[in-house]
């Protein structure tokens, strides 16, 4: 299914709030969405949620033969998928070129940088070592895709331990969880991707854009960092020309949010560790609010109805006077008002009258009608009786047929049938 363009009043609105400092979310230039993270029951699996944009990870390994080129590494792999549940947009088994774009730009970002170390990986060098696999599937899509995956990427790595081993001779053991406590990876530093969104040719810059800005936008340039400042790979998309200065302020921007993002990691991250050691409920059913299964859950926001009466007549009283009658709020119930009784309903009210008008005009009696079909003073009249009666026809003479009133006569003439078997016709 193609996306559905935004038409033009759509995109004015846009283009025009954002040249008031206005963002359709109620946010500022520079703020980031709220961001969430809930572990599931296995290590290595998380779901990352930033706004109502929301992307599953989960960690895997096996042992593997290494790459002849590098014996003494293990090998790390990113797999992002785009499925029709978050957006209509996308089709099942088919790459498109913005999936192609997004892997390879975690890639970039999460294996070229270094963050994790992959000799620590090698179990047996040239013949055994780990596999990992990071599966991120995006289950809801609303903008900015590549900051979540990159988020959940990197903290379903930290919360992964992988199995431990032993080897006797060429033969390797593998431990289960039971038998021996699984072992975290090595990682030396959390890279996280910070998108930036140009509006008019770099006139406008936004942090986090969501999906409607990012069909608005002229140009994207995305900034991985991590929390010391170090640049782990830059992207700039949409053909646009930024200046040296556009770029470094940007980088500044970066580091700031990338500092508050590897902060709010490493808390959930101590969190649930602390929760796993203790013996508490942890899990996604434990995360969601009320035991509901709900995709975004909007918290009850309380309304304070108290002395509403008093507030409007204040206001009515300082007010212009008017002749129009304005009627007083009614609470019913805490938190809950209505002004007036409303308007009537009048959905379909009108196709109504005119079938009842139909159904009127349906039922008048019309007069009978006589069907003469021939001037033959030899005539044979049959009146038919409605279904039911114990007389279904008779016959009369001509001379009751103005007596008459509500019933179809029909009049045959005898003559008629000869016609018929001699092929004559009427």
């Given amino acids: 299914m193609r996306e559905i363009p935004l038409s033009n009043c759509e995109r004015q609105f846009i283009l025009q709030a954002l040249a008031e400092k206005q963002r359709l979310d109620g946010r500022q230039t520079y703020d980031y969405r709220n961001i969430k993270i809930t572990f599931g029951t296995e290590y290595g699996c998380c779901i990352v949620e930033l706004g109502k944009t929301r992307v599953l990870a989960q960690v895997s390994c096996e042992l593997v033969t290494p790459k002849l080129s590098r014996p003494t590494e293990g090998i790390i792999f990113f797999n992002l998928e785009l499925s029709p549940m978050a957006s209509p947009t996308f089709e099942p088994g088919r790459q498109s070129e913005l999936l192609v774009k997004l892997n390879r730009l975690l890639e970039r970002c999460l294996r070229n940088s270094k963050c994790i170390d992959t000799e620590s990986l090698c179990v047996v060098a040239g013949a055994k070592v780990w596999q990992i696999r990071v599966d991120l599937h995006l289950l809801n899509h609303d903008g900015n895709i590549i900051d979540v995956a990159s988020i959940a990427a990197i903290v379903a790595l930290s919360h992964f331990k992988r199995p431990d081993v032993s080897i006797q001779g060429e033969e390797v053991t593998v431990y289960s969880p039971e038998e021996r406590d699984p072992i975290p990876l090595s990682i030396h530093h959390m890279p996280i991707a910070v998108s930036f969104a140009f509006f008019q040719q770099g006139t406008y810059l936004l942090v986090d854009p969501i999906e409607h800005e990012e069909r608005v936008m002229d140009g994207l340039l995305v900034i991985a960092m991590n929390k010391h400042r170090e640049l782990c790979t830059i992207q700039s998309s949409g053909g646009i ?77 300082k007010a212009e006077p008017s002749t129009l009658h304005i009627p007083k709020p009614i609470v019913r119930a805490p938190g809950t008002g209505q002004i007036g009784e409303g308007i009537q309903n009048e959905w379909m009210i009108d196709d109504l009258e005119e079938e009842e008008e139909d159904d009127e005009e349906d039922i008048v009696p019309e007069p009978a009608e006589v069907i003469q079909l021939s001037d033959s003073e030899e005539e044979e009249i049959i009146i038919l009786e409605p279904e039911g009666t114990e007389k279904k026809g008779r016959k009369i003479n001509s001379e009751e047929i103005p007596q008459i009133s509500t019933r179809k006569i029909v009049q045959k003439n005898k003559n008629t049938k000869k016609q018929k078997k001699k092929g004559g016709q009427l």
Avoid: H, W
């Fill in 241 to 317: 020309m930024l200046l040296k200065d556009q770029v470094l302020r940007c980088t500044k921007i970066a580091g700031v949010k990338v500092a508050e993002i590897t902060e709010l990691m490493q808390k959930a991250l101590e969190n649930d560790k602390k929760v796993r050691k203790e013996g508490g409920k942890f899990g996604f059913a434990e995360s969601i609010p009320n035991k509901r299964i709900t995709a975004f859950k909007l918290d009850e926001t309380p309304v304070d109805t108290d002395g509403v009466e008093e507030q409007v007549e204040e206001i009515v009283s």
